[in-house]
């Protein structure tokens, strides 16, 4: 189509029998913009192709012999041999596609036109190299780990990271040439672009909830952040990045912050901002406040975000409060993104939530991204859960003293990690009227001896770690009502694992239920009607464990 959106037209007529064959492909115009390459796995995509072979392996139509161990992880593996990639040239006048290269096993990536417009700089695995499009023939220029590039001329630069640490160079005589390299000055670095005139490096860091936008000058190396604190430019669930202009040194970047949805901006190379996006004027969050706060736990510093109800004013009346713990928790993090506090596919959900009266908190405890190797690595081993629920109940306190949270109405939720914690948290204190639980796992000993992870003596000698850590474990200490959600990703696992839990709350007389959602796999591919259904059950749900109000009938129904 042309750039106003007239004169749309569907290039390909695709007949590819694999699941997703266009998953995570790219696309690149040619220099006169006459051709349009793009990349196809005409097999499927690696995920599809993994999707199909475990529902074979797990609900096999023969005889299957199973030798344990990792052998079904071998066969799958075989398996994936058929992964092909292909990269096809489409004439944008005549239509006609022509399949250019094909490869087996490897993913094809376009990093970019040649000047002279019959060749490509295209990726293969972990080799860069010169596609000749009139020929097809394919000259390697440099094998190893490939991440940014750009061409200048004839020249190759590169940008990758290593540690955290930005390394940039150029591709010379096949070997990768180091003439900068630059420490972060944050952590979960994401490369986005190089400068139109390869003069900068622009990266995303993170730095708690902050998700700011750097460049690295590659004449002194300098940083310079151009993203304000508390906003973000990218998250996991939030990938878009920035992009250079092809013709200046101007950058085009998403940027938000927990009270704004994400709008496009423009900026010059040195950060100041030339225009702003109006995309989303909607004043429907205008009456919640957001607060970014912090606290000690112990001898750490942690941060959090907290949403407000309409109209709440601190030390004035002291609000019900929720307490919503992210998944992970290692490269799990709340984010200063409204996408993060709206999300309703098994996650926060918050303003919504706020909405209906309560103070949501969103703690970054210890095993969060984004505060350092330290702080991520203390939440593994014995203090897997122990670490991080010292952290949500110091919140808890913090909350208290500040006049924001009734002692008297508090509940707690969480998302995968954040479930296990959730419910984790529940026997160990009896704070919490009721808790909810959305896509976890817990039984991690049956979880790892399923999947054969971990140590032969962990699992099968000694099994303290896991039943210290497992929430199941804890059945006989949980008093709290617990809802449970559960997707088609857990029940792929060994059936459902939430229902033996269930059973055994449900045993000694504590309420339970769960709701499941066949069609929506962990914290993806929930539909609209999921998310509302997820909304509202987790209001009722709440208003009945804090304010003692019966569950309504469609409480019961689907």
Same mark, same amino acid.
């Given at each position: 189509m042309n750039r106003d959106g007239s004169d749309r037209r569907i290039l390909t007529q695709s007949t590819f029998g694999g699941r997703d064959p266009f998953n995570g492909t790219t696309l690149c115009w040619s220099p006169n913009s006459q051709h349009l390459a793009y990349v196809v796995m005409p097999n499927g995509s690696k995920y599809g192709l993994a999707k199909k072979m475990k529902e074979k392996y797990r609900n096999p139509d023969d005889i299957t012999i199973y030798k344990g161990g990792d052998d079904l992880y071998k066969k799958m593996r075989l398996e994936l041999s058929v992964f092909e990639s292909e990269l096809h040239l489409i004439d944008v006048n005549t239509l006609e596609d022509r399949k250019v290269l094909s490869v087996k096993e490897k993913m094809i990536k376009l990093e970019q036109w040649f000047p002279e417009g019959n060749s490509l700089l295209i990726s293969i695995g972990d080799e860069l190299c010169r596609l000749n499009l009139d020929n097809g023939q394919c000259t390697s220029l440099y094998k190893g780990r490939i991440e940014l590039t750009q061409m200048i001329g004839s020249e190759i630069l590169m940008a990758r990271r290593a540690a955290n640490e930005i390394q940039a160079g150029k591709i010379t005589d096949g070997e990768f040439q180091i003439e900068n390299a630059v420490h972060s000055p944050g952590y979960n670095n994401q490369l986005h672009t190089w400068s139109n005139d390869g003069k900068y490096i622009v990266f995303s860091a993170q730095n708690g909830v902050t998700n700011a936008l750097y460049t690295i000058s590659t004449s002194d190396s300098q940083v310079n952040q151009i993203t304000p604190i508390n906003h973000a430019v990218w998250s996991p669930r939030h990938r878009a990045g920035a992009k250079s202009f092809h013709y200046s040194?101007?950058?085009?970047?998403?940027? @938000?912050?927990?009270?704004?949805?994400?709008?496009?901006?423009?900026? /010059?190379?040195?950060?100041?901002?030339?225009?702003?996006?109006? $995309?989303?004027?909607? /004043? %429907?969050?205008a009456d919640l406040k957001i607060e970014i706060v912090h606290y000690k736990s112990g001898d750490n510093l942690v941060e959090g975000i907290v949403v407000l109800p309409p109209g709440f004013k601190i030390q004035v009346k002291k609000s019900p409060t929720l307490v919503f713990l992210h998944g992970g928790p290692a490269n799990g993090t709340v984010t200063a993104s409204l996408t993060e506090l709206i999300s309703a596919r098994g996650e926060s959900a918050a303003f919504y939530l706020a909405l209906h009266g309560y103070a949501v908190f969103l703690p970054n405890f210890r095993g969060s991204s984004g505060y350092g190797d330290t702080f991520m690595e203390e939440a593994k081993g014995a203090s897997l859960m122990s670490a991080p629920y010292e952290d949500v109940i110091a919140g808890v306190k913090h909350l208290i003293d500040? !006049?924001?949270?009734? #002692?008297? =109405?508090? @509940?707690?939720?969480?998302?995968?990690? @954040?479930? +296990? %914690?959730?419910?984790?948290?529940?026997?160990?204190?009896?704070?919490?009227?009721?808790?909810?639980a959305a896509v976890g796992i817990y039984d991690l000993l049956y979880d790892d001896r399923y999947g054969n992870k971990g140590s032969y003596e962990e699992k099968w000698v000694d099994k303290q770690i896991y039943k210290m850590n497992s929430p199941i474990e804890q059945v006989? /200490? &949980?008093?709290? #009502?617990? $809802?449970?959600?559960?997707?088609?990703?857990?029940?792929? %696992?060994? !059936?459902?694992?939430?229902?033996?839990?269930?059973?055994?709350?449900?045993?000694?007389?504590?309420?339970? *239920? $769960? &709701?499941?959602?066949?069609?929506?796999?962990?914290? !993806? !591919?929930?539909?609209? &009607? *999921?998310?509302?259904? *997820? +909304?509202? =059950?987790?209001?009722?749900?709440?208003?009945?464990?804090?304010?003692?109000?019966?569950?309504?009938?469609?409480? *019961?129904e689907a």
């Open positions: 040194n101007n950058l085009a970047f998403p940027l @938000g912050n927990p009270g704004s949805a994400t709008e496009i901006v423009v900026a /010059d190379i040195n950060g100041n901002f030339i225009a702003t996006s109006e $995309l989303n004027q909607n /004043d %429907l969050f500040l !006049g924001i949270t009734d #002692p008297d =109405r508090l @509940g707690i939720y969480g998302s995968s990690f @954040g479930a +296990m %914690l959730a419910t984790w948290t529940v026997a160990k204190t009896s704070i919490f009227k009721g808790a909810a006989n /200490d &949980i008093e709290a #009502p617990v $809802l449970f959600f559960e997707t088609s990703a857990e029940r792929s %696992l060994y !059936g459902s694992v939430a229902t033996p839990f269930i059973n055994g709350l449900r045993s000694k007389n504590t309420e339970a *239920y $769960l &709701i499941c959602y066949p069609k929506a796999f962990h914290n !993806g !591919g929930w539909n609209d &009607i *999921y998310k509302k259904d *997820y +909304m509202k =059950r987790l209001r009722l749900w709440f208003d009945h464990c804090i304010h003692g109000k019966d569950l309504p009938g469609s409480f *019961y």
